[in-house]
């Protein structure tokens, strides 16, 4: 079964620090991994997805086969970039369910 | 068009009535998905439709739960005998075969509360 951990509820962080979120999944076969994103009293939004290979707001995610992992980094964070993210999982082959995990709120304070 | 909509935001019912939700997806979409969503857990996986056809159902879907996309647009969620259990946010979300190719974007969601 596929199953996406995300082992931190909440990471606090200053402004300016780096900020790691992440992320394990466990699946059999060749999945496509994201992050979505949900500011305060929005919707939940794709932040990025690991074919794209693309730096969104500051933010990347590397998918690491070997370690099964897809940790979302920031050099440095922002006020802004507090919200609740979550990783997610897609089955390449049926293209249909996401699977997230539980997400992980980042705080950023001054 | 501004979206996926959902309707209604909230919802707040008694145990044992019937409950139905709408979703209105982005235009041309042609796949529609239902999620759910508890207090400290990410969205869950309940149903899925190409077009009018639901493709896949999550064991989470009980048979109280039907859900319909009768001409391939909006879709309704419809819960019947409500129970305490079934307290969620209750998201929908669309996507195309295309360029965003497996992009879903949500809607709103809405949220359920049952005495």
């Known amino acids: 079964a596929q199953r996406v951990t995300q082992p931190e509820k909440l990471l606090s962080v200053f402004k300016g620090a780096p900020v790691e979120l992440k992320c394990n999944y466990s699946?059999?076969?060749?999945?496509?991994l994201f992050w979505y994103v949900q500011y305060s009293r929005q919707r939940l939004q794709l932040l990025l997805r690991?074919?794209s290979r693309e730096s969104i707001k500051g933010f990347t995610a590397d998918l690491n086969k070997g370690e099964t992992s897809f940790h979302l980094k920031k050099p440095f964070a922002q006020e802004e970039d507090s919200a609740m993210y979550y990783c997610?999982?897609?089955?390449?082959?049926?293209?249909?369910?996401?699977?997230f995990g539980t997400g992980t709120r980042l705080q950023v304070t001054l | 068009d501004t979206g996926v909509s959902q309707d209604p935001r909230h919802k707040i019912t008694k145990r044992g009535q019937n409950v139905t939700f709408r979703c209105d997806p982005i235009?041309?979409?042609?796949?529609l998905y239902w999620y759910r969503q508890t207090l400290g857990q990410g969205p869950e996986f309940l149903t899925y439709?190409?077009?009018?056809?639901?493709?896949?159902k999550s064991r989470l879907l009980s048979d109280r739960f039907s859900a319909e996309r009768p001409k391939g647009s909006f879709s309704t969620l419809e819960i019947q005998r409500t129970e305490q259990g079934d307290s969620a946010m209750y998201l929908c979300?669309?996507?195309?075969?295309?360029?965003?190719?497996?992009?879903?974007?949500f809607g709103p969601g809405t949220r359920l509360t049952v005495l």
């Open positions: 997610a999982l897609i089955n390449v082959g049926t293209a249909s369910k996401l699977t």
């Open positions: 690991h074919i």
């Open positions: 439709f190409q077009n009018e056809a639901q493709l896949e």
């Open positions: 699946y059999s076969g060749s999945p496509e």
């Open positions: 235009s041309e979409h042609n796949r």
């Open positions: 979300a669309s996507s195309t075969i295309g360029s965003s190719r497996d992009e879903q974007f």
